[in-house]
């Protein structure tokens, strides 16, 4: 049973599989209503089963198609006023090889900063008119810092990470709370494609358990494992000749 503080209307972007799935399900509980979206329906309708002890809504649409975003955060917010809303899908892309075609950087930026934006917007006048509501950005620990073996995808998580500091102080007059979560490794369909060893890798399961008690708690930064955190804020204080030759070094997605 959720708690009386808990969230009781809750939406998810990119639920359909990895820490989006797992997060819908940390979520279910009787009495809360879920509102997920992904672009593909049959791992929705699996996600939405193993939510069943929730009332759950899915709704298949691109988080980049700004429009249909809008007007189904609107349905959702008048069906069920929303507590908490997490902009979670994100996409990553190869760059071994030749590198980082434009088509990718463009359609990285397009569903991790576009999309995010197109999640907290429609959302944020109806929770400043409530003076209350919480909004989660999945970022990651490689927006710490430019990754040279990923520069769309590190750019775009930093984006979204000084937006969501940015919006945390913007927002706290208005009774919003932000938080800004960066994972580090987690199993997840995008990891699968990953053929190099990645160092403190943990379940989507664990990842959802750390995200939704930093949320509870309404943590600025939820960064984690505290190792990898440890790393990469390390990694990133070091001067630019040393940091960008030894990231270079680091093995690159397929
Ligand atoms: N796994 C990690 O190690 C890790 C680390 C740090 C940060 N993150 C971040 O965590 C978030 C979730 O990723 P994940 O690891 O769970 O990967 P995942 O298993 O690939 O899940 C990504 C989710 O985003 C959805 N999605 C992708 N593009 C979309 C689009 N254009 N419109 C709507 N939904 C879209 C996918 O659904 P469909 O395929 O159904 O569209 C899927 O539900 C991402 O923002 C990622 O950058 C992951």
């Not at 069920?80 to 190869?94: K, Q, Y």
């Not at 909004?135 to 000084?162: D, E, N, T």
Request: proline share 6%.
């Amino acid at each position: 049973m959720a708690h009386a503080h808990d969230p009781r209307s809750v939406l998810i972007t990119g639920a359909s599989s990895g820490i989006g799935a797992a997060l819908a399900e940390a979520y279910a509980q009787p009495g809360v209503r879920l509102f997920l979206s992904g672009r593909d329906a049959a791992r929705l309708d699996e996600v939405r089963a193993r939510c069943a002890a929730a009332e759950v809504e899915v709704r298949v649409l691109d988080v980049a198609d700004a429009k249909a975003m809008a007007q189904w955060i609107a349905e959702a917010d008048s069906t069920a006023p929303l507590d908490l809303v997490i902009a979670n899908a994100g996409i990553s892309g190869g760059t071994a090889g030749a590198g980082e075609g434009e088509d990718q950087v463009r359609r990285i930026f397009a569903v991790n900063l576009d999309g995010v934006l197109n999640t907290l917007w429609p959302v944020i006048p109806a929770m400043r008119a409530r003076k209350s509501g919480q909004l989660a950005i999945v970022s990651s620990v490689a927006g710490f810092r430019g990754m040279p073996g990923a520069p769309a995808y590190s750019a775009s998580k930093a984006a979204v990470l000084a937006y969501g500091d940015a919006l945390r102080g913007e927002l706290h007059a208005d009774g919003i709370r932000v938080s800004v979560v960066c994972p580090g490794y987690v199993v997840s369909r995008m990891t699968d494609a990953n053929d190099f060893p990645m160092p403190f890798f943990m379940t989507a399961e664990k990842a959802a358990g750390i995200i939704k008690a930093g949320l509870s708690a309404g943590r600025a930064r939820i960064a984690f494992p505290w190792p990898m955190r440890l790393i990469m804020t390390s990694f990133a204080l070091l001067p630019a000749c040393l940091r960008v030759w030894l990231f270079s070094r680091l093995p690159k997605k397929g």
